[in-house]
């Protein structure tokens, strides 16, 4: 992780704190401070110490829900200038993603998710044989068909979050790590600031952009929000002379790196630990766990004890759980890194040759709709909710943090946040995924 220097002085008045110096948070941040706001962020452990610098570094909008569709179009919109704009290096680049299909009847739903793009004018398209064998140079792939997204594209999530804090800061923001948010402050009924481990801080606004931990800090301050956090299972490799553009399959997803290694992952495996909120939530993800069954692999691990141990109400002046646990660390899943190593070296022959250099786990967010909350909060006026994007913040992170500053400071919204609104899961809506196919 590249070294950042945080500031060290805690303001007593800002117009705005945000919880969570992740991508989401960070892009929160920097949005408001480039439009003359005063800001805190404030993170409990290091910039973008969990799951932003965790995850695959995929910029895609290919294959998503299309619901969020034109939000990432306008994320990835402000990835072509982020490098720019902070002044530092992301490891953009516009690559394209090739989503491999086993199926011809897999290989239709991917061709009808193709229409989600057409009011945008993205080119996305079906590539079979000899066209998937020019972009995967090497490779022994038995796949029907593929999606073809050439404006895909790929980032570091180690620079990439740092790169946007650092900007932050450059633009008047105070960023502050080890610094854990334990409450809200409420007077009159609406928020007025934040209590922190180092004290109070007088604000308007408040932002929780605080991922896998978001469920925790909003139960304190009453709020059911339901969300469960995915382990995914990453590795990193030495150079191999391998494709330019990061391909998904069932047994495996890789992406090239900036050092010309390659982040490679499985394609359909992650591991979610049995804890008591598996229980408490159980009924709003049910379906969600009747559509991904084959792609869950549920366990009973320490998580159990670990979860059921934390208290789920603290006053002001109390340790909380995230000074006991200041960077979330899981470790990767061993059987998931066999099965995706040697799918990837039976069909790329080149990675034999290749070393794991690294290998990791990453707590995802997840809600039961597998789309993120960017949301003000009805309940608590002056709060608001930046979370649960359910393994794809990294990529749109730039878009959701621009909206949610639409959000807090009353702008005409970027896009029509009203699918990511808090109060789908109070108010009688049904809760969906959509794959879009």
């Known amino acids: 992780m590249p070294l950042f220097?945080?500031?060290?002085?805690?303001?007593?008045?800002?117009?705005?704190?945000?919880?969570?110096?992740?991508?989401?948070?960070?892009?929160?941040?920097?949005?408001?401070?480039?439009?003359?706001?005063?800001?805190?962020?404030?993170?409990?452990?290091?910039?973008?110490g969990e799951q932003s610098s965790r995850n695959w570094g995929w910029v895609r909008i290919s294959r998503r829900d299309p619901r969020e569709v034109p939000l990432m179009a306008e994320s990835m919109r402000l990835f072509e200038g982020l490098a720019q704009r902070t002044g530092r290096k992301t490891g953009y680049v516009r690559s394209g993603i090739v989503f491999g299909s086993g199926t011809e009847g897999y290989l239709a739903k991917l061709d009808r998710w193709r229409r989600h793009l057409e009011p945008h004018g993205i080119e996305s398209r079906i590539l079979r044989g000899a066209e998937i064998d020019r972009l995967m140079p090497g490779g022994n792939l038995n796949l029907k068909g593929a999606l073809y997204t050439p404006m895909d594209g790929?980032?570091?999530?180690?620079?990439?979050?740092?790169?946007?804090?650092?900007?932050?800061?450059?633009?008047?923001a105070v960023?502050?790590?080890?610094?854990?948010?334990?409450?809200?402050?409420?007077?009159?009924?609406?928020?007025?600031?934040?209590?922190?481990?180092?004290?109070?801080?007088?604000?308007?606004?408040?932002?929780l952009a605080g991922g896998a931990w978001s469920r925790l800090f909003a139960g304190n301050a009453g709020l059911q929000l339901p969300q469960l956090k995915v382990l995914n299972t990453v590795l990193r490799t030495t150079p191999v002379d391998g494709p330019e553009t990061a391909l998904w399959t069932g047994g495996f997803a890789f992406r090239k790196r900036a050092d010309g290694g390659y982040t490679v992952a499985s394609g359909s495996g992650n591991t979610v630990d049995i804890v008591p909120d598996s229980f408490r939530l159980g009924l709003t993800f049910l379906p969600t766990y009747l559509e991904d069954w084959k792609s869950l692999h549920f366990r009973l691990s320490s998580r159990w004890a670990i979860e059921a141990g934390q208290a789920r109400h603290w006053r002001p002046d109390e340790m909380t759980a995230f000074e006991a646990c200041r960077v979330l660390d899981p470790a990767p899943s061993g059987r998931i890194l066999k099965s995706c190593w040697a799918a990837l070296g039976r069909a790329f022959p080149a990675f034999q040759k290749a070393d794991i250099v690294q290998s990791w786990g990453g707590m995802i967010d997840a809600t039961p709709d597998a789309i993120p909350v960017i949301s003000a909060v009805e309940q608590i006026p002056g709060f608001h909710i930046a979370t649960g994007f359910s393994g794809h913040g990294f990529g749109i992170a730039p878009g959701a943090g621009k909206l949610m500053a639409d959000i807090v400071t009353g702008a005409p919204p970027v896009v029509d946040p009203s699918a990511f609104r808090f109060s789908r899961f109070t108010d009688g809506s049904r809760i969906r995924t959509d794959s879009g196919y």
């Open 154 to 172: 790929r980032a570091e999530p180690q620079w990439v979050t740092h790169a946007i804090a650092e900007a932050a800061q450059k633009a008047g």
């Open 5 to 48: 220097e945080p500031d060290l002085r805690l303001p007593d008045k800002v117009d705005v704190v945000v919880i969570g110096g992740g991508i989401v948070g960070a892009s929160t941040a920097l949005e408001l401070a480039e439009r003359g706001h005063s800001v805190l962020l404030c993170e409990k452990g290091q910039i973008g």
């Open 175 to 207: 960023v502050m790590t080890s610094l854990a948010v334990r409450s809200l402050d409420i007077a009159a009924g609406r928020v007025a600031g934040v209590a922190t481990e180092k004290g109070r801080v007088h604000a308007d606004a408040v932002v």
